[in-house]
């Protein structure tokens, strides 16, 4: 059974924290995986989320109970207030399902697992380039996938004409995977115009919609700011289609490693014939199917936390300065890695460094420059040229503009 296994290659990007952990040089710097790390290069752990742990800790009927199959409560209507907004038409007219998820990545899973489910056979649409996981999310469970075009590389900027005129050739009623905010490798998002002439041509189609929206309120440290594709989606597309949204609490909670996420499904304002309400019924009940065989029952502990931040006025305030103390120190780290570029006279424009948002850069250096910065300089990236601008801090910055001048140079 077993001696035919194929070995695959390691994860490209955990592969870069286990080829550091080796490195013994004494100055190193991790621009790999995206999490936050504070002006010392640390974790941060958010005081909205030590509070709510406390809070926890503290309640009588603080325990480890399972959830039920759908989740914590508290989280999912949370969760869907933060994404869809206040002033939801959704919400106001009870056309949303969620559930809780193992972060985006296991929403994400929900996403495909149930689109074959219900028999859906056409391709997957993802941006090119884009998060290395969708790709693998969606073939696992079956689906092929193709790309529409984004980045442009002579202008570092969005292919705006290649994206809508490949949304166009699409097949009627394919799947289009679009990023909320704060598009991962890039760093790239679509302004409001072009949000909307891109969200105009999906819903001349008829293509479904899968938002994933795992860096909300980490990007501009607004949660409304970064929302505003999803809503404009919502406005535009809820006519006839449905809308699928698959939402990450690992960033803009710094809870990472504890899987806090939700699935919502946004239902369409169909006309009288529709009995919205059995439909709803019957998709929450794949929906719990999926979870029960997959993970029984999602986890409890960062759920807690997470609506206990959405649910406490006094943390929910606190979380959104926090956001604000994380989107702030990687937009000055972004500003003074380009200044020092530029007084470096590092060949090139670096401007799409600042312009770019959220956690990532895409550089602009090969995959050649990228191996030099690892082998000279100990600095780690990944081969794309996507740089963590969270791994930059104070002590750092100036030694990797230095090091990126020297690969750029030479
Ligand atoms: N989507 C995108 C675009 C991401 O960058 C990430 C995190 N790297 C995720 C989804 C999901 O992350 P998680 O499963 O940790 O919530």
């Given at each position: 059974?077993?001696?035919?296994?194929?070995?695959?290659?390691?994860?490209?990007?955990?592969?870069i924290?286990?080829?550091?952990?080796?490195?013994?040089?004494?100055?190193?710097?991790?621009?790999?995986?995206?999490?936050?790390?504070?002006?010392?290069?640390?974790?941060?752990?958010?005081?909205?989320?030590?509070?709510a742990?406390?809070?926890?800790?503290?309640s009588?009927d603080?325990?480890?109970?399972?959830?039920?199959?759908?989740?914590?409560?508290?989280?999912?209507?949370?969760?869907?207030?933060?994404?869809?907004?206040?002033?939801?038409?959704?919400?106001?007219?009870?056309r949303?399902?969620?559930?809780?998820?193992?972060?985006?990545?296991?929403?994400?899973?929900?996403?495909?697992?149930?689109?074959?489910?219900?028999?859906?056979?056409?391709?997957?649409?993802?941006s090119?380039?884009?998060?290395?996981?969708?790709?693998?999310?969606?073939?696992?469970?079956?689906?092929?996938?193709?790309?529409?075009?984004y980045?442009?590389?002579?202008?570092?900027?969005?292919?705006?004409?290649?994206?809508?005129?490949?949304?166009?050739?699409?097949?009627?009623?394919?799947?289009?995977?679009?990023?909320?905010?704060?598009?991962?490798?890039?760093?790239?998002?679509?302004?409001?115009?072009?949000?909307t002439?891109?969200?105009?041509?999906?819903?001349?189609?008829?293509?479904?919609?899968?938002?994933?929206s795992?860096?909300?309120?980490f990007?501009?440290?607004?949660?409304?700011?970064?929302?505003?594709?999803?809503?404009?989606?919502?406005?535009?597309?809820?006519?006839?289609?449905?809308?699928?949204?698959?939402?990450?609490?690992?960033?803009?909670?710094?809870m990472?490693?504890?899987?806090?996420?939700?699935?919502?499904?946004?239902?369409?304002?169909?006309?009288?014939?529709?009995?919205?309400?059995?439909v709803?019924?019957?998709?929450?009940?794949?929906?719990?199917?999926?979870?029960?065989?997959?993970?029984?029952?999602?986890?409890?502990?960062?759920?807690?936390i997470?609506?206990?931040?959405?649910?406490?006025?006094?943390?929910?305030?606190?979380?959104?300065?926090?956001?604000?103390?994380?989107?702030?120190?990687?937009?000055?780290?972004?500003?003074?890695l380009?200044?020092h570029?530029?007084?470096?006279?590092?060949?090139?424009?670096?401007?799409?460094?600042?312009?770019?948002?959220?956690?990532?850069?895409?550089?602009?250096?090969?995959?050649?420059?990228?191996?030099?910065?690892?082998?000279?300089?100990?600095?780690?990236?990944?081969?794309?040229?996507r740089?963590?601008?969270?791994?930059?801090?104070?002590?750092?910055v100036?030694?990797?503009?230095?090091?990126?001048n020297?690969?750029?140079?030479?």
């Open positions: 059974l077993l001696n035919n296994v194929e070995l695959l290659p390691p994860d490209a990007l955990f592969n924290k286990s080829r550091l952990a080796k490195d013994s040089r004494p100055v190193k710097v991790d621009l790999g995986i995206g999490a936050y790390r504070d002006d010392t290069g640390k974790p941060w752990v958010l005081p909205s989320v030590r509070k742990e406390k809070l926890i800790q503290q009588t603080y325990n480890h109970e399972y959830l039920s199959i759908g989740g914590l409560g508290a989280l999912t209507q949370g969760a869907s207030r933060v994404l869809l907004g206040d002033q939801s038409t959704a919400l106001k007219e009870n949303v399902v969620s559930v809780q998820s193992l972060s985006g990545t296991g929403a994400l899973h929900m996403a495909a697992t149930f689109l074959a489910k219900v028999g859906h056979d056409k391709l997957i649409y993802l090119d380039p884009t998060w290395a996981n969708h790709k693998a999310i969606f073939e696992m469970v079956g689906f092929k996938t193709a790309t529409y075009p980045w442009d590389p002579a202008t570092k900027s969005l292919d705006l004409q290649g994206y809508v005129s490949a949304i166009k050739s699409a097949p009627q009623g394919s799947i289009f995977v679009l990023h909320a905010c704060a598009h991962n490798p890039t760093g790239l998002d679509p302004d409001h115009d072009q949000w002439s891109i969200l105009d041509a999906i819903v001349e189609k008829d293509h479904i919609v899968i938002f994933d795992a860096y909300q309120g990007a501009s440290g607004d949660l409304d700011r970064d929302a505003f594709a999803v809503r404009l989606g919502l406005e535009k597309l809820s006519d006839a289609s449905p809308v699928i949204i698959c939402q990450s609490f690992a960033k803009n909670v710094g990472y490693g504890e899987r806090a996420g939700c699935f919502h499904v946004v239902f369409p304002r169909q006309d009288q014939s529709v009995d919205t309400e059995k709803k019924a019957a998709v929450t009940s794949q929906l719990a199917k999926i979870t029960r065989s997959e993970l029984s029952n999602p986890p409890a502990y960062g759920a807690k997470v609506a206990t931040v959405l649910n406490t006025p006094e943390l929910t305030n606190q979380w959104h300065s926090d956001m604000v103390t994380m989107s702030s120190r990687i937009i000055k780290m972004r500003h003074e380009r200044d570029l530029v007084k470096l006279n590092t060949p090139g424009n670096w401007d799409h460094i600042v312009g770019q948002t959220g956690m990532f850069s895409y550089t602009g250096l090969s995959a050649e420059m990228v191996q030099r910065l690892e082998k000279e300089h100990a600095v780690y990236m990944v081969s794309s040229g740089a963590s601008i969270a791994g930059l801090n104070s002590s750092n100036e030694y990797v503009a230095k090091a990126i020297e690969v750029v140079n030479h």
